[in-house]
């Protein structure tokens, strides 16, 4: 519920030109934290080797993750949101942006339909199951997975201002598709690892980009509407793929997750590339002579 709060109020404190490194920050952070969250996903085993009964080393994880919930929910009450309900724009409803955002709305949830079906969770039970790889292990490859992802938002930026927001989304999102294709094809765990991290490093450079660009071909009013807007179907998307990839993972080829995966997710950026590729952000258009 908060986040498209936070990106309308976001793109509202930033210009054009800073625009999607402001993102790209917003997403560094988070992704840093996961990643942290990523490694402390050992430390029931680590608990238990220092002598704690496993389930006692489990509920110790429950209660941090409800402090980090509680710490979370202090730092928000301290925002500064007085002064910025002064500088925004009244928020309104969809209006001559409705088109443009229905169509990101359909795209990006046939992308998180995609991702679905390789949330980390399956992921690593893929990788447990088919390697016998230790969750300590499973741990580590998680934490340098989210690390990659995490620094390659501020490298996206860099990308899309020279580049282009759609492109920088297309053309770093398919490599990464490719990867896991070849990843579920791959036998052997060494090979398989790097592909991964490599996909880690190009999959989400269309994070930061791709929401700059849903709040620069909107309104400033429509900003609040149009991540609500692409933010719920997606998330409706990625909630049903995930029972269709358990069930596939069950089968004689339990990688059939990934290539699905990948190969919807180029599906989506080829689609995305031809809807888009003339729709431009304010930044990337030509000032009139």
């Not at 952070?29 to 009964?53: H, K, N, R």
């Not at 699905?260 to 599906?267: A, E, N, T």
Request: proline fraction near 6%.
């Amino acid at each position: 519920m908060h986040i498209p709060l936070e990106q309308a109020s976001l793109a509202q404190g930033a210009s054009d030109k800073d625009r999607t490194h402001v993102f790209a920050r917003y997403s560094l952070i988070g992704a840093l934290s996961i990643a942290a969250g990523a490694l402390a996903a050992g430390a029931p085993d680590w608990l238990v080797a220092w002598g704690m009964d496993k389930i006692g080393a489990l509920q110790a994880m429950f209660y941090l993750y409800a402090a980090l919930g509680l710490l979370g929910a202090l730092f928000y009450a301290r925002l500064p949101h007085a002064k910025a309900r002064q500088a925004a724009p009244q928020a309104t409803a969809l209006g001559p942006s409705r088109r443009t955002v229905y169509k990101l709305a359909a795209l990006f949830s046939l992308d998180s339909f995609a991702g679905g079906f390789t949330v980390q969770s399956l992921l690593a039970l893929w990788l447990f199951e088919r390697f016998e790889l230790s969750l300590a292990a499973a741990s580590a490859f998680f934490f340098w997975s989210n690390v990659l992802t995490a620094f390659s938002y501020p490298v996206a930026a860099r990308l899309g201002r020279r580049f282009g927001l759609v492109n920088t989304m297309v053309f770093t999102h398919i490599p990464s598709s490719i990867c896991l294709i070849l990843a579920a094809f791959s036998p052997n765990l060494t090979i398989v690892l790097g592909l991964l991290l490599v996909r880690s490093a190009l999959s989400q450079m269309d994070v930061p980009t791709r929401t700059s660009y849903v709040m620069a071909v909107v309104t400033p009013a429509e900003r609040a509407a149009a991540a609500s807007v692409t933010a719920v179907p997606r998330s409706l998307a990625s909630a049903i793929s995930p029972a269709l990839s358990g069930a596939l993972l069950s089968t004689s080829f339990a990688a059939l997750p990934l290539v699905i995966c990948g190969v919807l997710k180029i599906v989506y950026d080829v689609s995305l590339l031809f809807s888009f590729r003339h729709i431009k952000p304010p930044e990337e258009q030509e000032a009139p002579r």
